[in-house]
């Protein structure tokens, strides 16, 4: 008998849905398949080449731990980049992370105690509920519908969801997994209830600037929310380098931020050559986030015209990010997943998506949806959507 | 009145007072004053040329995520580093963590519940409190005695500290913040209260090599504790590269393992630079390692010359590591460290070093004990204690 177990907390806890086919996906190489990856939110599009060059000019003789709410230039670098929308931040405002996962599971153990709730919307990034459990946050979702395009439509569908233990509301924008740009309309809604209720406002902005239509909607552009709000933003998609690992959380509460400092304390700092690095770059992004966001605009666009013609898929066309959920005619995508990995080849290739399922807190939501990430160039796409389609009807075929 | 508050969990959290007399050393700064720091780990030696040169030929065009338990060649790395120490390790026994900070995350996560008690030894690293407080685990402490020089005499000790809801014991070898080297004795007692009560062992080995008498002892080394035991190691201190946040996890507990590798998916990944800069300087370590510990000893020794002939303060010679633990003849060492910063100063220079009350989890133990760390070269450090001498002299004047 062994009671060196685990604790329930972690026991628990999900894969990740867009991690946990790696060991399928090395056996289908091995048998010599392409595995067209999109599954995961990492880009085939070059990091840029100011923070490329701030890596290989490093010159520093010593690695030293950076101060814990993160280097001074680096901050600076992140105000001048927030001045440029219009968002005027101090420096004692910002906390240096190491990426947005760190940022939520600061703001999460800061704003919550075991057992308090907080509001998402689902379908929701797969983090949230890991993190979530980890904290012993329950988190309490308002379902948005693929056929509504996901709108939320009124206040009163978060009004219903607040209890007593209820801190605040998660917002993610431009949306992970949907690619929905949430509308400035549906942004008031939450202000508006934060304000009324004191609930705190979690606003992930980490996909910012990659909107297809408009302007970037930040939630730091919102009046009379400032003890409410707390942005989460992030190095990753925007400059294509999620291996860099930093983000930042950003908020005006005085007494959150000091929260966040004490906790950022005990983990000491964010890795130092990724936020000398990340400076030039922060400091002029705009040229490069435009022509990032019209590569993925022509990436949506590919995935979408193939997606149209398929029969029995359900779909939308998303404003932002690089992602979309879809509807598949299939009982169990994860089921179809597998297949394509283990069974299925068009011309020695095939395609990697993520199922659904954990991408819901509600149980037994999304079995029949998976989420398509746009992470390769439009020669590779365009193959990848032919395979994906061979392999849906393929499947139909087998398992219908 | 503000609803907006703070967790309980968090607002308990003390600043870390190795980290929290940053403001006041910006104003002594200010001033003019030459600052010498003996208050944090994050030693003037440079960093290892392997890594540096690791950093700087980064030729990647994009810097993707590492897997979440790791990239293949930094783990193979690891696994090289541990053979010449003896131990024979596999690649799913190592899991990459963003420094031991989130090691010790980690690893409460997955060991306890809310609630759950883990036995440490007490001076204990800070951090560790700060981490249990988040994980909502209740540190039991053992406390050592500096007089004693810190030693474990007994199985007893342990044993009437264990619960039923006790689920490990830590112990950090060599220690900080005593910079006692662990004996095979202790250890040995340590590992047999472990498997006879099947408990976890924590051990932190980050400063492994830096010991000034006798071969590096690892935990791994022992017998029949393969499903105890927990190592936490670190690239930060061994090759100076604190601000790289890397270290790893390793556990023969294949249930544990697995439950890391859920939490670390849930991060994502740790950082792919570092990881690729330090492949090498883990396959040949040795040259470096041993180096940097004949420094440390020269340094400890200079230290204790001096310390040896202060009136009043009690002392003992560290093994290992770069810190110790000193008992001033002062009430309160805060208020020392604040009149060093605020009030003092030799020839323009003054001294910082750590208040120790925070690294016991009893109440009201320390308050009269510092830790120095040896993170200057011998020239700086005797400076540094010459002005430490004077300022002593200088508070016990006027504060007699």
Known sequence: MNKLKISIRVNKLNQSPIRKFFALVERAEKRGIKVFKLNIGDSDIETPKE???????????????????????????????????????????????????????????AISNPGDEVIVFEPLYANYPAIAAMCGVKLVPIRLKLENGFV??????????????????????????????????????????????????????????????????????????????????SISKRFLAPGIRLGVVVSKNKEFTAGILKIAMSRLSAP???????IQILKKSRPFTKKLTAEFKKRRDI????????????????????YQVIKL??????????????????????????????????????????????????????????VFKRGLQAYLCLKP
Do not use: C
């Not at 949430?182 to 902005?205: F, Q, S, T």
């Not at 130092?272 to 990340?278: C, D, E, N, S």
């Open 272 to 278: 130092t050559i990724g936020q000398l690095a990340t």
């Open 51 to 109: 923070i490329l060059k701030g890596i290989s000019s490093f010159k520093n003789k010593n690695i030293h731990y950076a101060p814990s709410s993160g280097i001074k230039e680096h901050i600076e670098a992140w105000i001048k980049y927030y001045r440029g929308f219009g968002i005027y931040l101090g420096a004692e405002e910002i906390i240096s992370t190491v990426g947005v996962s760190e940022g939520i599971l600061m703001t999460f153990l």
């Open 303 to 322: 995935v979408n015209n193939v997606l149209r013609k398929m029969k029995g898929v359900v779909t939308y066309l998303p404003n932002g990010a690089f």
């Open 152 to 233: 939320l439509s009124s206040e009163k569908e978060i009004i219903r969801k607040i209890t007593k233990k209820t801190r605040g509301i998660v917002v993610i924008n431009p949306d992970n997994p949907t690619g929905k740009a949430w509308g400035k309309k549906e942004l008031e809604i939450i202000a508006k209830v934060a304000r009324k209720n004191n609930l705190y406002i979690i606003a992930d902005e980490t996909y910012r600037e990659i909107i297809f239509r408009g302007k970037p909607l930040s939630m730091l552009l919102f009046k009379n929310i400032d003890d409410n709000l707390i942005v989460l933003d």
């Open 329 to 386: 005619p299939v009982k169990d995508s994860e089921s179809f997943i597998k297949f394509m990995l283990e069974d299925f080849s068009y011309q020695r290739k095939t395609v990697l998506v993520s199922p659904m399922e954990d991408f819901y807190v509600s149980h037994g939501h999304g079995r029949d949806e998976i989420r398509i990430a746009y992470v390769l160039n439009v020669k590779e796409l365009n193959m990848a959507m032919e």
